[in-house]
């Protein structure tokens, strides 16, 4: 009896990803969420300098500061609730320290120019097609950070409008980095607070206007996360309890089909080995003094430098 509907992910053959691999991530909590699996696995991977990225066009924007070396200055801030804050990034690089918040913005600016020179991976998470514009000034914000509503305008970027951006993000990115690939995924995670209808609008144009976008910029994919959780996963039990974002076992779930379907069968192998050592490293012992403990510990620091060897970037 099948009790599943299943969708068939092609196999990349061209441009893998492998333990050689640069992966960059940029956008919604979700790449977020996909970098920490990366992480953990000890790829050479970075995401979101400018913190987690909603829309497209906050992406954008940020691409286009970094391949400008755009640098902020007092003038890119506002100050709410007693703190500093740019509508650029996300509130994790907002502090009470004025100086505190240009040093990171700047900073990170910079690590992004880096990464994108150095990536042999872009992954582009989209959450959402809806946007916010600052009245004031004209300008649509990546973040709002709890300014009153009434200082912006709400706005539905339309599927022609996000496949104009996203092409603009791939020339852009060619400017400095004609090697890499594109990887864009559309987020699982629902906008529920723009409303049902809304939220099923915005992920339709964000759909539309990404295949727009590869179907006419070469090594551009689309990775169907989005429709992985639609699909596959139609059951409450891989949500969390807000019934909104993908729980662990969901989230697992696209990442081994992420697996599947783009990393090339060494890079599992080596994997399996990192999981592993991880495994032990978080092993707690009834005794640490026993004998078993102590042999235990020496075969794990074997394992480590075996795997150090092989690939000298990774640390534990």
């Known amino acids: 009896m099948k009790l599943q509907t299943n969708l068939y992910l092609k196999k990349q053959t061209n441009n893998p990803i492998d333990y050689a691999s640069k992966i960059f991530l940029l956008g919604s909590c979700f790449s977020e969420n996909i970098g920490d ?9 970075k995401q979101n300098p400018f913190g987690i990225l909603f829309h497209p066009k906050a992406i954008e924007l940020l691409i286009i500061n970094a391949v400008r070396q755009h640098k902020y200055t007092e003038k890119d801030l506002i100050f709410q609730n007693e703190r500093w804050h740019c509508f650029a990034a996300h509130s994790s690089l907002s502090s009470t320290d004025k100086n505190e918040v240009l040093t990171n913005l700047n900073a990170a600016l910079a690590e992004t120019k880096k990464q994108l020179e150095e990536a042999s991976h872009l992954v582009i998470t989209l959450g959402t097609s809806w946007v916010y514009r600052y009245l004031k000034e004209g300008t649509i914000v990546a973040n ?7 200082e912006f305008s709400k706005e ?10 996203l092409s603009n993000i791939t020339t852009l990115l060619k400017t400095v980095n004609s090697k890499a690939v594109i990887v864009f995924t559309i987020s699982p995670v629902r906008h529920l607070k723009d409303g049902f209808v809304e939220n ?9 206007g990404v295949h727009e976008t590869i179907a ?16 596959e996963l139609r059951d409450y039990r891989f949500y969390d309890a807000d019934l909104v974002h993908p729980n662990k076992t969901g989230i697992h779930y696209i990442w081994e089909k992420f697996t599947d379907s783009w990393f090339c069968e060494a890079s599992r192998t080596t994997m399996r080995e990192v999981e ?13 003094m026993s004998d078993q403990h102590q042999q235990f510990l020496k075969n794990l620091e074997k394992k480590k430098k075996e795997i150090t060897a092989k690939h000298p970037f990774i640390s534990f």
């Open 156 to 165: 539905l970027l339309s599927s022609a409008e996000v496949s104009e951006i």
């Open 216 to 231: 006419s910029e070469a090594k551009s994919f689309y990775f169907p996360s989005y429709e992985i959780v639609m699909d």
């Open 276 to 288: 592993s050592i991880q495994k032990g490293l978080s092993h707690k012992s009834f005794n640490e």
């Open 144 to 150: 709002c950070h709890k300014v009153p509503q009434k």
């Open 37 to 45: 699996k990366l992480s953990y696995y000890k790829f050479q991977s």
């Open 200 to 208: 099923m609008r915005s992920k339709a144009h964000l759909i539309a």
